[in-house]
Each structure stands twice: as structure tokens, then as C-alpha cells.
């Protein structure tokens, strides 16, 4: 009889993020172990911390990191810059400046081999589609491209590939852990603004709004096409929801809100339940708080 591997899988999510740490929150506290730790986007930055410090310390400075964080230290958008960047041929909205120095960070360590858990970044290459999982190297290169949302932020290079957010070959990276040989995998989904009571204004703020629209369907795709390989337990997405992936004005919120609602799951035998959350299908509400 094969050993249980426990995969920790963490979805993209903008601002959302901040949902994954209170989940953590929760579940460190319960006492639940790891075997891997697999993210894309912003679950590989929330991914990456915590498989170096996989502890509720670690979990602690993580949403201390969170709490601190402002919408201009991830999109400082300009006008100007932009402008100046299509005139140049750049061929993204923002220079990866403030992320790289948002990466370095939030970096407990600077080779990807070197975290506790082992841990696995995923990746979109640029030229193929084709999903590239980083399991060693730099870690702040890792998470640039992993964060590197198309025409938002730059590609990056990584040895003969030009690499993109992970999110465009599989936000939530269940394939990933499969592939990487787990047996049981726990799910931290992002939600989505499903109380939201119109679309984000701005363009930045739209297209990161239906990619995370996106994300959240392939999820539950993905949920439904590896169910019958693997045990897969999702994590309750916060529901009703009234916060875009753009805004970062909500973040103790959703730390608190998500740190309760993961306890209950876990007590309500959450960690025994498969099969896609209600929160994940397509729905919506009347406006209600984030």
C-alpha cells in the first residue's frame, strides 16, 4: 500500500491572496501537516513563504506581510509609464520593479530547494502554453514569472524559457501535485467577488477581474477531472464576498474572516469532504460586506 502524500495546492488571486494566509492560519493551528507545497501567482508567493516557514510563526509574519501591503506596492500604475512602455515596445502595462522588490520581500529563502517543504512553482511558458513547474533554482526569479501576468508585468527568463504567470496554463495547479506523485490534496482557493455590485472600474483592474472569473471556473474543472485520481479537499472560499482581486483595503478582513470560517470547516468535517464547494459555481448576491 503506496504512503499518503499530502500536496498543499494555492490558487492565484490578486488582493484575494490575503484569504489563503487566514486559511493557513487555521489550519496550522488544527495541527494539519504537508507533505508539498504547490502555487501559482500569488499562491506562489503565499506558497513559498510558507513552505520555508511552515509553522504558525511563519504564518504570523506572512499576515503581517499582508497587513503592510498596498495596491501601489503591486500595481503602481502610471499613465506615463505606460504610455512611455507601448511607445518603447515594452509590451506590458508596468515594469516589474516594485514586484521584484515585493518578491524579494516576501523571501525566506533564496533558492527554492532550500525550503523546508519542498515546494513547486508553476509557471505558463510564453512560446508553448505548456505549464513549467520550478522545484529549484532562485526563488525570486521563480515567483516574478509566476506572478508575470500577460501584458500586465514582463515575461521572465529562466534558462532558454520566457516564462509567464502560472495561472495561464492552471491557476490552481491541481495537476501539478498530481504529477508530482501526491495521493491527497488541500485546495486554498481565492474566491472571487461574487457580491460585488458591478465589475471593478479601470482597465487593470477589469482584465485581473476576468482572469480571476477565469480561474475560479478552470478550478472547478479541474477539481471534477482529477477527483477520480486523487482525494481532493477544497478549502470553503469566502461567500458572499464583496472585494476584487484589485483591492487591498480589505486585507484584516479577510485574514479574520478566513481564519474563522477555515476553523469551522475543519470541525464540520471539511477535511473529509470532496467535490466542489458551492462557493466555487458560478453565482452572485445582492451587494454585501467584503
Known amino acids: 500500500m503506496s504512503q499518503e502524500k499530502t500536496a498543499l495546492v494555492l490558487s492565484g488571486g490578486g488582493s484575494l491572496g490575503a484569504v489563503q494566509v487566514g486559511m493557513l492560519q487555521a489550519l496550522v493551528e488544527r495541527g494539519l501537516e504537508f507533505d508539498l507545497v504547490v502555487g501559482a501567482s500569488v499562491g506562489a508567493i503565499n506558497g513559498a513563504y510558507f513552505a520555508a516557514r511552515p509553522d504558525a510563526r511563519g504564518v504570523a ?22 504610455l512611455m512602455g507601448l511607445l518603447r515596445h515594452r509590451g506590458c502595462l508596468l515594469p516589474s ?11 525566506p529563502v533564496a533558492l527554492i530547494e532550500d525550503s523546508r517543504l519542498p515546494l513547486h512553482i508553476v509557471t505558463t511558458n510564453l512560446l508553448t502554453g505548456a ?3 520550478l ?29 509567464v504567470d502560472g495561472g495561464v496554463a492552471s491557476n490552481t495547479p491541481i495537476a501539478a501535485a498530481v504529477g508530482l506523485g501526491a495521493t491527497r490534496v488541500i485546495v486554498l482557493p481565492t474566491g472571487f467577488g461574487c457580491a460585488c455590485p458591478a465589475p ?21 474543472r479541474d477539481i471534477e477531472l482529477y477527483a477520480p485520481r486523487v ?3 477544497v478549502v470553503d472560499p469566502l461567500c458572499p464576498l464583496g472585494v476584487s482581486v484589485f483591492d487591498f483595503n480589505q486585507t484584516e478582513a479577510l485574514l479574520q474572516r478566513a481564519y ?18 458551492d462557493a466555487l459555481q458560478a453565482h452572485s448576491h445582492g451587494p454585501a460586506p467584503g
Open 61 to 82: 509574519e506572512l499576515a503581517d506581510f499582508w497587513r503592510g501591503l498596498r495596491k501601489g506596492d503591486v500595481f503602481p500604475f502610471s499613465w506615463l509609464d505606460s
Open 135 to 163: 522545484s529549484s533554482g532562485d526563488t525570486e526569479q521563480a515567483l516574478l514569472a509566476s506572478a508575470a501576468i500577460p501584458l500586465v508585468f514582463p515575461w521572465v527568463r529562466i534558462g532558454d524559457k520566457l516564462l
Open 131 to 133: 505549464q513549467e513547474v
Open 97 to 107: 520593479t516594485a514586484l521584484s522588490r515585493l518578491v524579494r520581500r516576501a523571501l
Open 200 to 220: 471593478p472600474a479601470g482597465m487593470l483592474a477589469l482584465a485581473l477581474h476576468t482572469l480571476n472569473l477565469l480561474s475560479m471556473r478552470q478550478l472547478v
Open 260 to 277: 474563522r470560517q477555515t476553523l469551522d470547516w475543519v470541525e464540520q468535517g471539511g477535511l473529509q469532504r470532496r467535490g466542489v464547494p
Open 231 to 233: 482525494a481532493i479537499h
